[in-house]
């Protein structure tokens, strides 16, 4: 690809070895194309010859009447209007649609495309549109149309975004629409004031091109990468422009010479195969950049090997591996797993004597056309499927309806306002990893990577995930928090309790919308019991053992504590919102009665005491290690629990001061345990010891009054 292919602000064409690079799907030939042909129902308008051209080379029989009648009904109702650039205002729809016939869009998106800015700026309405093209068409020229800033004032842009995710839920054509869309007014954003560029710039960055990752629009995608990166990064830009430009200039190139042995090696090994040099868009240089440091010439591009079948892949990838050095470390099977967004692709590299390593990319033809293009490369997906192929229940089954797309479609509805909504998706759409893992029954679970037992409970159950009281990961038991790798088998363990509710600490562990807003909606929805917690977390003193009914209570003693006190005839007492043990950094505070009670410096209580106004009083650890210690266990039911949990605490040697164990509720139960310990340095032993015990789920340190 040449410099001036990969950003049109380029001077100037590079010439060169790079001229013999194979380009990308070329995106940017329309420019100010012949524009106000003749129209007549005789022939099609010159202008959109271009559009044409591009669709017949996917389409050669496709039914071109739609489109004349399209850019006949847009170019006679943009009639008048011009660009900020100064070019007739239909030079914009030509363009988007020129761009989504590149990329293989069938006839029912590009008539879409045409129209898509009619019911937005001109005096055609939905209904005209449906009348005269369809029901599919309108539903498309609908989704792409933006909500009146005189109604939605500053949430006409979110709720904009949120009509058109919805839109995409039931038809992914509504959202290759704005993709293409977007990227032509990115190519044309140097017209705007600076500040403007930099505002729509940060919202593609943020939404539209994590958006075309997802639906497999590379294409697009890689563009706007480098056209954001240019309008926000201008120095980078301009710095890794001219490392391209250096480089293309140069007499030799390392990858056409690997490209010829690669050839070569197919050729002996009778493999029919296309192999290209791939030239990284600016945006890819600059982070190769990063990491390596000095580029070589293998660094600004990659191979890539054509073939027809899946097999053969495999075949060149043996290939390469026998005849050339492969660096292993660097191989991907996407085939067999394919991405989350359609893309399939083997992935390995190759090392030269001079130690510059090549990466290679191997797919078929139609691997690649989806790579490129994604979700567009589909075509129609809603078309009828021919009469054997069609689902034995009649229903239809659609493609491009992703896990990813299902969660944020459901997970919008409970968004409470426009800001929420905004903040949510952008955070949403920056997790670009997916996982999946399994469930019990043989259903499957797409998730955020980082996503935890938490997520997983949100995305099977939706709010009754409230009753969720544990979980298995792979067999065995684990606590909520815990986060899932891809591949992982999850069973959610599930109480009955319709009164079940979700705890404030969830929200902690929550990785997924989804889970956060449903947790966040119960917290809103119980304010009273919200603000228990958080009364009883705003005491100084240490609290009573016990702030619900004991199921069975043992023996009890005086706190005691080896610890020295600035404080001349002061009475110490550990606080048992953190219990601190040695050596835990400790701080302490003057309270009621003389009493100094200590904390670890970490604990929550310690800021909220200071800005009280309490004074610190200085406090350290004795000579000796014993110390006393509050431990909570959460465990399931079943018989024999407790004697388990004290035998295995007696063969750590820890002496139980005294306990609470709380009525079971949703098949769980809560243990609290006061115990002395002949040496603080045995506390992670005896927890290890406790979270062992078959049924214990949790161990911790309290950190909350009555824990």
Not at 499 to 511: M, T, V
């Amino acid at each position: 690809m040449s410099a001036e292919a990969t950003n049109p602000a380029t001077p100037g064409p590079v010439t060169g070895p790079a001229a013999r690079w194979r380009a990308r799907i070329d995106l940017r030939r329309l420019g100010r194309a012949a524009l106000l042909g003749p129209a007549s129902r005789d022939r099609l308008p010159s202008a959109i010859s271009h559009v044409v051209d591009a669709h017949r080379a996917h389409y050669p029989s496709a039914d071109l009447e739609p489109l004349r009648r399209a850019y006949v009904l847009a170019e006679s109702s943009h009639r008048g209007q011009m660009r900020k650039s100064g070019e007739p205002y239909i030079t914009h729809p030509l363009a988007v649609t020129l761009i989504l016939a590149e990329l293989g869009a069938e006839t029912t998106t590009l008539t879409a495309s045409l129209l898509h800015d009619t019911v937005e700026d001109t005096d055609v309405t939905l209904d005209q549109v449906g009348e005269e093209f369809g029901s599919e068409v309108r539903y498309l020229v609908d989704g792409v149309t933006k909500l009146e800033k005189v109604d939605y004032g500053a949430a006409a842009e979110p709720e904009t975004f949120r009509k058109m995710l919805v839109a995409t839920g039931s038809d992914v054509r509504v959202m290759s629409i704005k993709l293409a869309d977007r990227l032509h007014n990115m190519r044309t954003l140097g017209v705007m004031r600076p500040e403007k560029q930099a505002r729509i710039a940060k919202v593609t960055r943020d939404v539209l091109i994590p958006l075309a990752e997802r639906l497999g629009v590379q294409a697009l995608k890689t563009e706007l990468e480098d056209l954001v990166f240019a309008i926000l990064h201008p120095e980078e830009y301009e710095h890794t422009r001219e490392l391209i430009v250096d480089n293309a200039s140069r007499a030799d190139d390392p990858l056409a010479e690997i490209a010829d042995e690669v050839r070569g090696v197919l050729r002996e090994a009778d493999i029919p195969a296309e192999v290209v040099i791939r030239p990284r868009h600016f945006v890819s240089v600059h982070r190769v950049a990063r990491k390596r440091g000095q580029l070589r010439g293998c660094d600004f591009g990659r191979l890539l090997v054509l073939v027809n079948e899946d097999a053969d892949c495999y075949g060149v990838l043996g290939e390469l591996h026998t005849c050339m050095t492969p660096v292993v470390s660097e191989f991907k099977d996407f085939i067999a797993v394919p991405k989350f967004n359609l893309y399939q692709s083997l992935h390995t590299a190759v090392a030269r004597a001079d130690g510059q390593v090549a990466e290679v990319l191997i797919r078929t033809h139609q691997m690649h056309k989806v790579a490129e293009a994604g979700v567009v490369a589909l075509g129609n997906p809603y078309a009828p499927p021919p009469e054997e192929n069609a689902p034995a229940d009649g229903e239809r089954v659609d493609p491009t309806r992703p896990g990813w797309l299902s969660r944020l479609l459901d997970w919008q509805e409970a968004a409470p306002d426009p800001d929420t909504f905004w903040s949510t998706l952008r955070e949403d759409l920056a997790q670009d990893r997916e996982i999946t893992v399994f469930r019990p029954d043989g259903g499957t679970l797409g998730l955020p990577e980082g996503a935890t037992c938490v997520d997983a409970a949100y995305a099977q159950y939706g709010e009754d995930a409230h009753a969720c009281i544990g979980a298995r990961v792979n067999g065995r038991l684990a606590t909520l928090s815990t986060v899932l790798r891809d591949g992982d088998t999850v069973q959610l363990l599930m109480g009955q309790d319709p009164a079940s509710e979700p705890s404030r600490e969830w929200l902690e562990h929550a990785h997924t919308p989804a889970a956060r807003i449903a947790i966040q909606r119960w917290l809103a929805a119980h304010p009273t019991h919200e603000g228990a917690q958080e009364a009883a977390q705003e005491t100084d003193e240490e609290p009573s053992v016990a702030l619900r009914p004991a199921a069975e209570q043992l023996s009890s003693r005086p706190t005691t504590a080896d610890i020295t006190v600035d404080q001349p005839g002061a009475t110490v007492r550990l606080a048992g919102c953190c219990t601190p043990v040695p050596p835990d950094e400790v701080t302490g505070f003057a309270v009621r009665g003389g009493v100094v009670t200590v904390h670890r410096v970490e604990c929550t209580a310690v800021e909220r005491m200071k800005s009280g106004g309490r004074a610190e009083v200085d406090v350290r650890w004795g000579d000796t290690t014993e110390c006393r210690v509050t431990l909570l266990a959460e465990s399931f039911v079943r018989p024999h629990l407790l004697a388990d949990l004290t035998e295995a605490m007696a063969l750590e040697g820890a002496e139980i001061v005294s306990a609470t164990v709380e009525p079971p509720t949703q098949q769980r139960v809560r243990h609290t345990y006061t115990l002395q310990l002949p040496d603080a340095a045995h506390l992670p032993a005896l927890m290890r010891a406790m979270r062992n015990v078959p049924g214990v789920y949790d161990v911790s340190r309290a950190q909350t009054p009555g824990g």
